[in-house]
C-alpha cells in the first residue's frame, strides 16, 4: 500500500488526470442515475398516484347516460383490502371535468374533491392562501388553482369563479367558487387541476356518500410491475359478479307477498328468451309481452294466487335500497304468469333488463336476491356487472374504450386496471431513459478503463528497469502485480468519492436552474420549473463498487504481463 | 328542440277547456298539470318529419360558427336522422338515433361511436338528448310553493305584452339535463314563447325564446329560436328552422349505410 502510494504521487500528472477521467465518469453516472431515479419518482408517485394510481378499479356504468360510479364503495374497498397487499392509501376518485368562467374569459378545468385528512396539505404549497380555506364555511365554497390557471381567465386570490360541469345523471351545475388559494403553476398537465371540498363536489355530482367515481390504490411497491399486475389479476378475480336481483315486496291491493326480483337479458342478450323458455313456462302471458317492457313482471303461479293477480294486473314493487332509509317504489304490469318448478323458488319473478337500469343499478338493494339453483336460467340473467379482460398495455386499454364507445351495451362493466396498462406509454418513456442511461453507463465505463489500462500500460513499460531491479532484490511476481493494482484502486477509490462530490455539486447547480417549459408536455418530469434529481444510496454505492471493481479487474490483468517479466529482460529494458 | 303543435288538436283541446272552464262557471287559470299534458298531447309527433336547421352560435373567444343540417324522423319508432351540411369540418357527419341506440358518425374515420344525450351537434348547445321525445310528464312536474299551490301567474311578455302563463316545474327523474324550468307559454294557444332553465343548484343556466310561429299542415312550429347562456356570458345560438315536410320520411334513411353513402 505504501509503495502503491509513493507511485502514485511519483508519476503525479498522470494519475491526476486519469483520477480525472475517474472522478467525471463516476460523477456523470451519479447524476444521470439521480435524473432517472427523479422521473421515475415523478412519474410513480407525483403523477401516476394523482391520476390514476397505482391499481385504478372503475365500474363503467350506462343506463341512461353512460357514467363512471362505483355505486357501492365499501363492497368494493373491503375487495381491495383482502386481495391487494402493501396498500399505503386508497383514493376515492370524486373529480369531474368542466369549463371555468372567469372575468371575461374561460377555460378548462379538473375539479378534484380533496379530504380534509389528505396528504395534499403536507405535499402542495401555495403561493397565496390557506389550502384549509376550501373547507370553511361561506357564501360560496373555496377552491384552490393553479396559478397560470387562474391568470387565463382573470381571477385572482378570494375572486369567485363559476365552474360548469354535470353531474353523474347529465344535470347541468355552474356552482360558484371563492379562490381561497394558488398553487405556484407547475406544468400544463398539472394546471388543469383546481382542488375543492370532496364533500362539496360528491354532493355538486350528485353522488350519494357511498358512491365514487372509481378507487386508486397506492402501493409501496409501484415499481415492482411483475408483483403488481400479480395483485390486480387476484383483486379482478375477486370482483366476479354475483346475479342482479332484489328482495323486494310485491303488493296488490291488501295481498302482499316477498319475492326475489331477477332481470332477464330479453334485449342485449337475444339468446336470453330461449334459454329462458327452457325453464319459464308459461300459463298465462309470454316473455314476449316482457321484452322491452320498463315496467313488466313475470310472476310464479304460487306468488300470483297469493297476490289474486292476473295478467294485467298492477302491482306495486317495493324494496329498500342499500344507502337510503327511502323505499324504491315502482307500479308494475304482469305481463306473464309461470308455472311453478322444483327449480323455481316460490318467490321468484322475473323482469325485463329495462327495469333494472333505472332502479336497481341506481339504488343498489339492501338484501340482494340469492342466487338460483337453476344453472341454464341464470344464464339468462342480469349480472350486476361483467369483468372487462384486463388489458396488457395502454394500446389494448385504448382498444378496449374505443370498442365500448362503438358496442350497444348498457349495465355496467368493472375493470380493474393497474398503472402499467393505463399509462404504459408513459412507462414505456421511462424505461427508454433508463436504456439510455444504462448505455451512457457502458459507455463511460469503457472510456475509464481504456484509460485505465493505457495508463497502466504506459506506466508498466516506464517501470520495466523498475520492476526487473524490484524482482532481482527479492520483490516476487505477486507482490509486482499488487503494487501495479493497488495503485489503479486506491486512485479509483479517491476518484470515485470525488465524483460523488463534483456530482452533488452539479445536480445543485442544474435543479437550481428554472426551466419554463408551460406549454411543453416534457414540463410534467420538471418540479417547480426546475430538474429533478432524486439521488439513491442503492445506485451511488453500486456504481462505485462497480468502477472499483472493474478498476482492479482491468489493472490486476494488465499487472499479470508485468509480474511476468524475466528479470534479466526487465533490466536490460530501455526506452 | 322543434316545438309543434297540431291545428286542430289544439283548437280542440283549447275549446274543451274552455267549455269546461265555462261550465264550472270559473275563468281561473289552467293547472300546470294541465298545461304539461297539453303539452304533450299536441306536441308528440304523430307524422314522420324533414326538415332544415341552420344554427348560428355566437362565441366571445371562438367567433362565429355556423352549423347548417338536415333532420329527418321516423314516427313508428322515433327514429331520427341528423346529417350535418355545414361547416366543411363537419360535412357528412351524422347523429342516428333507432330505438335506445343513439351513435354518432364521422365521415373522416367511417366509424360509428355509441353516444350519450349529452353529446353536442356539431360542436352546438344543442344535444343529442334534445332529439328525444321523451313525454314532458314524464320528465318534469308542477313546482309548488309550501303550501302545494302549483307556481303559476299570469303575466305579460316582450315589448308587445302578450298575454301569457308563467309556470315553474321540476324534473321527477335523474336523467335531464335542467332540473327546473321556467316557462311562459300563450294563454290562448299554450305555444310556449320563453323558458328559463336552471341547474341542479338552481343557477341559472340558458334562456330560450321561441318566435316566428307558423302553421304548416296543420301544425304550429317556431321557425326561429334563440339559445342564450346565461353562465357564458356572451354566447348565443341562434336556430332557424326552415324547409318543414311531414311527408313519409323512406326507411333507409335510418339505417348506417346511408350516412356511409353520403360520405362516398
Not at chain 1, 361483467?386 to 364507445?405: F, V, W, Y
Request: proline share 3%; glycine share 6%.
Amino acid at each position: 500500500m505504501a509503495i502503491a502510494s509513493r507511485n502514485l504521487v511519483r508519476q503525479f500528472r498522470r494519475n491526476l488526470l486519469l483520477g480525472i477521467t475517474i472522478a467525471v465518469g463516476m460523477a456523470i453516472l451519479v447524476v444521470t442515475a439521480s435524473f432517472t431515479s427523479g422521473l421515475t419518482d415523478i412519474l410513480f408517485n407525483k403523477v401516476m398516484v394523482y391520476m390514476t394510481g397505482h391499481i385504478r378499479v372503475v365500474r363503467d356504468e350506462y343506463t341512461t347516460r353512460r357514467s363512471d360510479v362505483i355505486r357501492d364503495k365499501p363492497r368494493f374497498i373491503q375487495a381491495i383490502r383482502d386481495n391487494v397487499p402493501g396498500i399505503v392509501r386508497i383514493d376515492e376518485d370524486v373529480s369531474t371535468f368542466g369549463r371555468s368562467v372567469g372575468n371575461g374569459k374561460t377555460g378548462m378545468v379538473a375539479l378534484v374533491g380533496i379530504q380534509k385528512d389528505s396528504d395534499f396539505y403536507n405535499e402542495t404549497q401555495l403561493e397565496s392562501g390557506n389550502p384549509r380555506d376550501i373547507f370553511k364555511p361561506d357564501v360560496f365554497p373555496g377552491i384552490i388553482m393553479y396559478k397560470n390557471a387562474a391568470k387565463d381567465i382573470n381571477v385572482n386570490l378570494n375572486d369567485t369563479v363559476t365552474i360548469r360541469f354535470q353531474s353523474i345523471y347529465g344535470q347541468a351545475q355552474a356552482p360558484k367558487f371563492r379562490v381561497v388559494g394558488l398553487i405556484p403553476s407547475q406544468n400544463m398537465f398539472m394546471d388543469v387541476a383546481a382542488f375543492v371540498d370532496v364533500d362539496v363536489l360528491r354532493g355538486m355530482l350528485n353522488l350519494k356518500p357511498e358512491e365514487v367515481l372509481g378507487l386508486n390504490v397506492v402501493t409501496s411497491y409501484p415499481a415492482d410491475s411483475q408483483k403488481l399486475i400479480q395483485v390486480a389479476n387476484k383483486l379482478y378475480a375477486a370482483l366476479t359478479p354475483n346475479l342482479a336481483g332484489v328482495k323486494a315486496e310485491l303488493s296488490l291491493g291488501s295481498a302482499r307477498a316477498p319475492a326475489n326480483v331477477y332481470a332477464l337479458k330479453l334485449d342485449s342478450a337475444p339468446q336470453t328468451a330461449t334459454v329462458a323458455a327452457g325453464s319459464l313456462h308459461f300459463l298465462s302471458g309470454s316473455l314476449g309481452a316482457l321484452a322491452g317492457s320498463k315496467d313488466g313482471i313475470v310472476l310464479n303461479e304460487a306468488m300470483a294466487r297469493s297476490l289474486g293477480a292476473v295478467v294485467g294486473s298492477h302491482v306495486l314493487y317495493r324494496y329498500m335500497p342499500k344507502f337510503s332509509a327511502d323505499p324504491v317504489q315502482k307500479e308494475l304490469v304482469v305481463k306473464g304468469i309461470v308455472k311453478a318448478a322444483a327449480s323455481l323458488p316460490q318467490e321468484a319473478a322475473f323482469a325485463d333488463e329495462e327495469l333494472f337500469y333505472q332502479t336497481y343499478f341506481w339504488n343498489i338493494p339492501r338484501e340482494p336476491a340469492p342466487a338460483l339453483a337453476d344453472a341454464q336460467l341464470s344464464k339468462a340473467l342480469l349480472l350486476e356487472w361483467d369483468l372487462l379482460e384486463r388489458s396488457k398495455n395502454t394500446d389494448a386499454q385504448m382498444k378496449k374504450e374505443l370498442r365500448l364507445g362503438r358496442e350497444n351495451w348498457h349495465g355496467a362493466k368493472v375493470d380493474v386496471q393497474t398503472m402499467y396498462e393505463t399509462a404504459s406509454l408513459i412507462i414505456d418513456f421511462q424505461r427508454g431513459l433508463n436504456l439510455v442511461s444504462i448505455i451512457a453507463v457502458l459507455v463511460l465505463f469503457f472510456v475509464i478503463l481504456i484509460g485505465v489500462v493505457n495508463t497502466m500500460r504506459m506506466s508498466i513499460r516506464e517501470r520495466t528497469r523498475e520492476i526487473g531491479t524490484n524482482r532481482a532484490i527479492g520483490m516476487q511476481r505477486g507482490d509486482v502485480r499488487q503494487v501495479f493494482v493497488m495503485e489503479v484502486v486506491i486512485l479509483a477509490f479517491a476518484a470515485c468519492a470525488a465524483g460523488i462530490l463534483l456530482a452533488y455539486g452539479l445536480m445543485a447547480l442544474l435543479s437550481s436552474i428554472t426551466i419554463d417549459l408551460r406549454d411543453n408536455p416534457f414540463s410534467m418530469f420538471f418540479v417547480n420549473k426546475h430538474l429533478y434529481f432524486f439521488p439513491t444510496a442503492a445506485s451511488i454505492i453500486g456504481n462505485y463498487v462497480v468502477i472499483v471493481i472493474a478498476a482492479f479487474l482491468i489493472s490486476f490483468l494488465t499487472a499479470r504481463r508485468a509480474a511476468k517479466l524475466q528479470v534479466a529482460d526487465a533490466l536490460r529494458h530501455y526506452e | 328542440m322543434y316545438h309543434l303543435r297540431r291545428t286542430s288538436a289544439a283548437k280542440t283541446a283549447g275549446l274543451v277547456f274552455v267549455l269546461l272552464l265555462a261550465a264550472g262557471g270559473l275563468w281561473a287559470s289552467p293547472s300546470v298539470q294541465q298545461i304539461i299534458d297539453f303539452i304533450d298531447s299536441t306536441y308528440e309527433l304523430r307524422s314522420d318529419m324533414t326538415a332544415r336547421a341552420k344554427i348560428i352560435t355566437k362565441d366571445p373567444e371562438q367567433g362565429t360558427k355556423v352549423i347548417e343540417s338536415v333532420l329527418y324522423r321516423r314516427d313508428k319508432d322515433d327514429a331520427f336522422l341528423i346529417v350535418l351540411a355545414s361547416p366543411e369540418t363537419e360535412r357528412g357527419n351524422g347523429y342516428l338515433r333507432v330505438g335506445d341506440n343513439m351513435w354518432l358518425y364521422k365521415r373522416a374515420t367511417r366509424t360509428f361511436t355509441h353516444i350519450g344525450r349529452d353529446e353536442k351537434i356539431g360542436g352546438s348547445n344543442a344535444t343529442a338528448g334534445d332529439m328525444e321525445s321523451r313525454k314532458f310528464r314524464e320528465l318534469y312536474k308542477p313546482s309548488t310553493d309550501a303550501s302545494g299551490k302549483e307556481l303559476i301567474s299570469e303575466a305579460t311578455l316582450g315589448g308587445a305584452k302578450i298575454p301569457v302563463y308563467r309556470f315553474e316545474v321540476v324534473a321527477q327523474v335523474n336523467d335531464v339535463k335542467y332540473p327546473k324550468l321556467v316557462m311562459w307559454v300563450t294563454r290562448d294557444k299554450f305555444l310556449e314563447l320563453k323558458r328559463e332553465s336552471y341547474s341542479l343548484s338552481g343557477t341559472l343556466m340558458e334562456t330560450d325564446l321561441f318566435g316566428d310561429y307558423k302553421e304548416i299542415e296543420g301544425r304550429f312550429v317556431p321557425l326561429q329560436q334563440w339559445f342564450t347562456d346565461e353562465v357564458e356570458k356572451g354566447k348565443i345560438s341562434k336556430l332557424q328552422i326552415t324547409g318543414i315536410s311531414f311527408s313519409k320520411v323512406d326507411d333507409y334513411k335510418f339505417d348506417k349505410s346511408y350516412l356511409e353513402s353520403l360520405s362516398k
